[in-house]
Each structure stands twice: as C-alpha cells, then as structure tokens.
C-alpha cells in the first residue's frame, strides 16, 4: 500500500503517518510544496525513530508523481463530500490513498476530475468541519489491509 500526502502542512501530522507507515510496511509519498521543512522538530519527534524504518519519497509536485503510477493501481482520493464512503470500495496492494492538505483538503478540479475514486469518511455532527488527517491516513490504511487479510503481520 502506498498513502500519499499532497502539500502536508502541519509537522506532527506527516511525523504520526511516518510512524503508520513505518509499522505498517506502507510506503509514503510526500508531495511538495510543504508545509515545513524536513527538519522540523514536530516532525521528527512524531515520527520518533521510525523515520529510518519508512520507505519514502519526496516529490516536486503532483504531475511527477502521478508519471510513475501504474496504471494497474488506484489512486483513492480521500476527501469530504465523496459519492462513496471508504468501506465500499475493493482496495489492491499497489493502490495508492491520496490526502490533501490540512486547511483546503484536495484540489477540487482533482476531485472532481476522478469522481469515481474519491471516497469519504462518513461525519455525524454537521459542526465538525473534518477529522485530523493522521487519523483518517489510519482508518483508510488500516481498512484496505484488512481486506487484503493484514498482510505481513507479524
């Protein structure tokens, strides 16, 4: 599994998905620009020591990440207001879970050009405006592992 971050924002966010990822042998793609620098001290104190454990990429920008995509895998993009909820999609191995940034969420012309990959977290309060993006990288990652029967645990 892949879990995508486009133009990350707050530190302590990419620094808990890190660490998802690291536990999870899934990979990260980091999408410029950021929020922060690599160095950051939120960043790297999330993440602990799992840094070194997390296969990761850093990318210029969304066309050079999307020009090495397999065409075989999925991009899911995980934003608000999707026609589908996360739970209702097969998800594969090599597919790719795309969040956008903290504040704006995903490009809307993004969104609304891959309607039928963009998913959603189901809300209950209308007064919530969204849930924090390390937890929704965990429920979508974890959901599509156990479809795939967890694998790899150990």
Same mark, same amino acid.
């Given at each position: ?36 620098? $690599? ?57 790719? $879970? ?40 965990? $429920? ?15």
């Amino acid at each position: 599994m892949n879990i995508v971050l486009l133009e990350p924002e707050i530190p302590p966010n990419t620094g808990n998905i890190a660490r998802l990822c690291a536990a999870t042998k899934t990979k990260l793609h980091l999408i410029e620009p950021f929020g922060f620098q $690599l160095d950051d001290k939120q960043l790297k104190r999330a993440g602990m020591d799992y840094w070194q454990q997390v296969e990761w990429k850093r990318w210029p920008n969304w066309l050079a990440f999307r020009a090495q995509v397999s065409p075989d895998s999925k991009l899911w993009l995980i934003e608000s207001n999707g026609p589908r909820n996360y739970t209702e999609v097969a998800y594969g191995p090599e597919d790719y $879970l795309v969040f956008g940034r903290e504040t704006a969420g995903l490009p809307k012309n993004l969104l609304g050009e891959n309607r039928e990959t963009w998913l959603r977290i189901p809300m209950f309060n209308p007064a919530s405006r969204s849930l924090n993006l390390s937890n929704c990288a965990a $429920l979508v990652l974890f959901e599509a592992l156990r479809q795939q029967s967890f694998p790899g645990e150990i």
